[in-house]
Structures are given as structure tokens and as C-alpha cells.
């Protein structure tokens, strides 16, 4: 591991903290120069700092679009590596977003218990960000099914069986 950049392992409650903080001055900002009002909160849990931006109303409706998430996310993630020096792993949720991408995620992995029930030996599903098929993989074994993931960079995606 190169010098400056930490292991996510290695990171401590504080560290993620300051992850946070740095991730919802930058998030503050961008913001304020697009002029869209919203509150931060920020959180640390399983080893990752969560910023998540709510507002009233639909003021957030224009970012809360999962490849709009997806972007600021990554945005986000070079604003705190610029700023600390260590590579973060932070997850940025606007508007419910991810709330939403999770039921998203759970009617596609209904759709290929659907195949298996009717005689499939693997459903395989789109490919999608590591933190969606993390979240793929909690909801089918939740379902107590297996699933794994194949492919390199934006062409991973998950495969499920029983």
C-alpha cells in the first residue's frame, strides 16, 4: 500500500468522521453554487462514513436520480482524497435515494428468484456499482439463495442460484 493512502480497514471512527466532514463541506458548497436547499447528516457505520442530503419538498428530485448519486458520489470521494490524502469509500445518499435503489435492487433480485422458481439453474442481473451488488448480495441471502458476482470494472455484475 502506497504511503498517505489507508486501507478502509485501517480506518479509525475519527478518521471516517473526518471523512464525513470534509465529504459535507464540499457537498455544502456544490450546493450552494447550484443554489439547492438541503440538510446533511452525516453517520458512521460498517466501516464507511454516510453523508445523506434531505430536504423539503422536491428540491433534491434533480439529484436524487441514482447515476446523479452515483457521480456526486464519486465526486465526493476525490474531493476527501484531495483534502485527507486516503482513499474513501464514503456513501453519499440524496433524497432517499439509496432507500429507493434498494427496493429497486429487490424487485430485479425478485425477478430472478421468478426464473430460478421456473426452472432456470442462475439468473444473472445488470451490472451495477460494487455498493448495489453489496447490496444484491445482503437481499439474496436474505432470501437464502447464493449469488456471485463475474466481469471486470463496469461490466460486473451479479449471478444468482440456489
Known amino acids: 500500500m502506497t504511503d498517505g493512502l489507508k486501507a478502509s480497514a485501517e480506518s479509525t471512527v475519527e478518521d471516517l468522521e473526518r471523512e464525513g466532514d470534509v465529504a459535507a463541506d464540499f457537498l455544502e458548497e456544490l450546493l450552494d ?4 436547499d438541503g ?6 457505520r460498517q466501516g464507511r462514513a454516510y ?3 434531505e430536504a423539503e419538498g422536491d428540491s433534491l428530485s434533480t439529484l436524487s436520480a441514482p447515476e446523479t448519486v452515483q457521480a456526486l458520489q464519486e465526486l465526493t470521494r476525490l474531493a476527501v482524497q484531495s483534502k485527507t490524502g486516503s482513499f ?3 456513501i453519499l445518499d440524496i433524497g432517499g435515494s439509496r432507500d429507493a435503489r434498494r427496493h429497486q435492487l429487490a424487485a430485479l433480485v425478485d425477478a430472478a428468484v421468478a426464473k430460478l422458481d421456473g426452472g432456470a439453474s442462475q439468473a444473472s ?5 460494487s455498493y448495489e451488488r453489496k447490496l444484491v448480495h445482503d437481499i439474496v441471502s436474505e432470501r437464502g439463495l447464493v ?3 463475474y466481469g471486470e470494472g463496469s461490466d460486473r455484475h451479479t449471478v444468482i442460484s440456489r
Open 88 to 90: 474513501s469509500r464514503m
Open 125 to 129: 442481473l445488470p451490472a451495477m456499482s
Open 33 to 36: 453554487i447550484a443554489d439547492i
Open 39 to 44: 440538510d446533511l447528516n452525516l453517520d458512521v
Open 147 to 149: 449469488s456471485e458476482s
Open 51 to 53: 453523508v445523506s442530503v
